[in-house]
């Protein structure tokens, strides 16, 4: 195990750290389509700099899902159109 303390510091995000975001994401909530729930860490990819960790970016990214779903921004794949 390496005891250099700048391995690991990026400037910028892995792919792989941001499916990750992007799955869990999906698996808090699973009722919003995927391409919204991509737009939505890939803005909170630039509110939170990579050195910070894919933990971090996972907790931005839900808090503003649920933001988002609570203000009905968000539609959900069974979501009926009002009035049908």
Known sequence: ???DPKRGLRS???EHDV????DRVQDS???QLRPLIQQVVESC???VKP???REKLLAVAKEKMRVIVEEGGL?????GEPGK
């Open 12 to 14: 910028t995000w892995q």
């Open 19 to 22: 499916w990750y975001v992007v």
């Open 29 to 31: 909530f699973w009722r």
């Open 51 to 53: 050195i910070e960790g």
């Open 1 to 3: 195990m390496s005891t």
């Open 75 to 79: 539609k959900s794949r069974d979501a």
């Open 45 to 47: 990819r630039e509110q």
